[in-house]
């Protein structure tokens, strides 16, 4: 547990430095983007106009990828509420539906009326779309994707395999493709911001760091399966909120507003 806890410390304060970095670097790229945009108008047509069109190129580039950069270190504020894990399935279904392409198989298997998670529907949405894409990637000759919810109890047991994970009552996420699968140096370096083994421009290294961040802030815990050649399985854990609970606690308070 204490390692975890570091672990999300100094991902949360690499985020930071991340955000900070892009931030300005993004100011300079729009600065150099304007001059190379000048550069073009005066030069229309000849040598100059064409440099200037590698400039500004390669400044969009850097522009695409410092907005990856802010999104991962994104101090939105975030809204956790108790949410139909199932609701965000749907939802990105129907959009995964659309941008994966027809030699990707795409299921979805949803455990009707699942018990409610506390969490910000944006991030979640974020986590889906992440592993999908990651999964997609994996598969550049197509295959399957399958993404299902379950409930599942955590016991004593379990508890001491999942990393210290509190018995009690979880849903479960899983996310699986039939792509590459990853070599054992691959998943122990897997989460860590920036590290990619896709060719540069092509990957950033921060979209499982981000799903990482969002699943143990959410309380919950991510697993990769994985064999070479055969497919990939991300598992996630988020604790079941306790819904009554919270709604007792919110009429104790308003009950004692009411007293004074
Ligand atoms: P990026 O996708 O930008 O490389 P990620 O943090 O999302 O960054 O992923 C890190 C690395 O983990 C990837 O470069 C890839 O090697 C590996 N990886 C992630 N998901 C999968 C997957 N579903 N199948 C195979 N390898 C994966």
Redesign the pocket.
Known sequence: LEARMQQAQRLESLGQLAGGIAHDFNNLLAVILNYAAFIIEDAAGSAPAADAEQIARAARRGSDLTHQLLAFARREVIRPRPLDLNTVVTEVHQMLERSLGEHITLTVRTTAALPAVMADPGQLEQVLV??A???R??MPTGGRLTIDTAEVRVDEEHSAARAGLSPGRYLRLRIS?T????PKE?IDK??EPF????PSG????????T?YGIVTQAGGTVQIY?EPGI??T?TILLPVTDVRAQEAAVEESVAGLAGH
């Open positions: 992440n592993l894409v990651n999964a990637d994996a493709d792509g590459t699968g990853m691959v897997a989460f590290f990619t083994t896709k092509q990957g950033t290294g921060l979209g499982l760091a799903v994985s497919g990939t991300f």
